[in-house]
């Protein structure tokens, strides 16, 4: 029987960071950590369907997957850049944001480097307890992708971060080729280079959603692209340094402090930060585009501001989209080529892996108990853990879903594992309780 001291479920940014601080620490531990990852895909990717050429990450590279933990890491971002032979010519650019596309090239080849920590190509489908009067192990069942074939392998520590899955508005189903979510672009639009004059509506008013507008009406000249948002306008994002200190490692601890009842009256009123919101630079690129057009007289692009998509049906090769007027509650139906849902992602709580483990887990209003070190509570007698990434938000503030504390939460993950106090608190001792679900948000790029 093989028993591993860690396995991750998924192997995207969050536990791509957490395997690189095991293996700095089993670099000159007595005792090192074993560890496997498995992932349903074939290989790293990082919503490979928005790397729109020249769109930057909206973090600083300083928040990779170790700098903040170590500057010395050898899986730095600066390091990557030093293996590429492009360290002083990135230096040049005078900028603090690649782009997604230069990001995701970096954690592919930080990925790279540990060949032998993940399973590609096989999906965890179920786990269970090992024992009765006492768990101090999981059984984690996972199935090949290809073969169908099931085997499984037991940990003391199951660490889930699969990340968010794409969300749809109710009553709109996706269709191939004709609607789908923002997570699908770049495979989806694929079919419609050699098109005459196609038509688009793009739902939604964050930044995917704004950058795929601009994508369209850059890439498809004798295209119409109607953007369809909420609001009066795209909202900025709000970049003022007193305010982005929330993306910080110790804004965790402010906000995990935070009486339950406030976080999500805090988290609404940090929302300008992070969800809904454009950067500043491409709201002005749009206007300016729509502007010129006016002055041209040929409009192809098309903001439908205080509006929803109601409902959509695929007819006839067309897409029969319903447009509400927020405003007037008055509604309109038109027809487009292609519909894209840029409406953000979901992400369930308690997650679906847990469902064979409820009578073990200890819930506050049908929630788990996570600690601030995000180690599920469980009842006395179970001494294997739980450990959730990206699945916390509304206890341990906006960072939980990001890129921004990737590096000092693998840590305190590691410390967690090792049982070493963190802050002279206990790592494994859950803390305050929340009464909040996790909320569903439109940021992506996680």
């Known amino acids: 029987m093989q028993i591993l001291d860690v396995v991750g479920v998924g192997f995207g940014p969050s536990n791509l960071a957490l395997a690189i601080a095991i293996e700095e620490y089993n670099q000159s531990a007595n005792t090192p950590l074993s560890m496997s990852f498995i992932e349903r895909s074939a290989e790293f990717i990082w919503h490979k369907d928005m790397l729109i050429k020249d769109a930057t990450i909206q973090v600083s590279f300083i928040k990779d997957l170790v700098t903040l933990r170590n500057p010395a890491s050898e899986y730095s971002f600066l390091s990557y850049l030093k293996a590429q032979g492009r360290l002083l010519k990135f230096s040049n650019l005078k900028t603090f ?30 786990v269970q307890p090992v024992g009765t009067e006492s768990v101090n192990l999981w059984q984690v069942f996972y199935q090949h992708v290809e073969s169908g074939e099931i085997e499984s392998v037991f940990c003391r520590n199951l660490v889930i971060a699969t990340g968010g899955t794409p969300k749809f508005p109710e009553n709109i189903q996706p269709f191939p080729g004709k609607i789908w979510h923002s997570s699908g672009f770049l495979s989806n639009i694929a079919q419609f280079e050699h098109t005459g004059t196609p038509s688009f509506c793009v739902a939604g008013g964050g930044q995917s959603g704004a950058e795929i507008v601009e994508y369209l009406h850059a890439n498809f000249p004798q295209a119409t692209v109607h953007s369809v948002f909420g609001g009066f306008g795209y909202k900025p994002a709000d970049e003022s340094s007193f305010v982005n200190e929330i993306f910080d490692p110790d804004a965790v601890d402010v906000f995990y402090n935070v009486a339950a009842k ?49 409902d959509a049906k695929v007819t006839s090769n ?11 509650d008055k509604a309109v139906t038109e027809h487009f080529d292609a519909l894209i849902m840029a409406t953000g992602y979901e992400r369930a709580s308690p997650h679906p892996l847990l469902d064979s483990l409820y009578g073990l887990i200890e819930f506050e209003q049908n929630k788990p108990i996570i ?29 939980d879903t990001l890129l921004s ?39 992506e790029f996680i």
């Open 405 to 443: 504390t990737l590096s000092v939460r693998s840590e305190e993950i590691l410390q967690n594992i090792l049982d070493v106090p963190v802050n002279n608190e206990s790592v494994t001792k859950p803390a305050a309780t929340q009464d909040s679900a996790v909320k569903e948000r439109n940021y």
């Open 371 to 399: 600690s601030r070190y995000f180690c599920v509570k469980t009842q006395a007698h179970v001494n294997a853990r739980i450990i959730l990434q990206g699945f916390s938000e509304n206890a341990h503030g906006l960072t």
């Open 318 to 328: 067309k897409v029969r989209v319903t447009l509400r007027d927020i405003h007037n």
């Open 262 to 310: 406030r976080r999500d009256a805090l988290l609404a009123e940090l929302s300008q930060t992070n969800y809904n919101v454009v950067d500043i630079e491409l709201i002005d690129k749009l206007y300016h585009i729509h502007y010129q057009e006016e002055v041209e007289g040929v409009p192809r692009l098309h903001f439908r501001r205080m509006t929803r998509v109601e």
């Open 97 to 126: 944001n690649p782009t997604r596309m230069e990001f995701c090239k970096y954690f592919r080849w930080a990925a790279d480097k540990l060949p032998g920590v993940v399973q590609y190509s096989k999906r965890v489908i179920d």
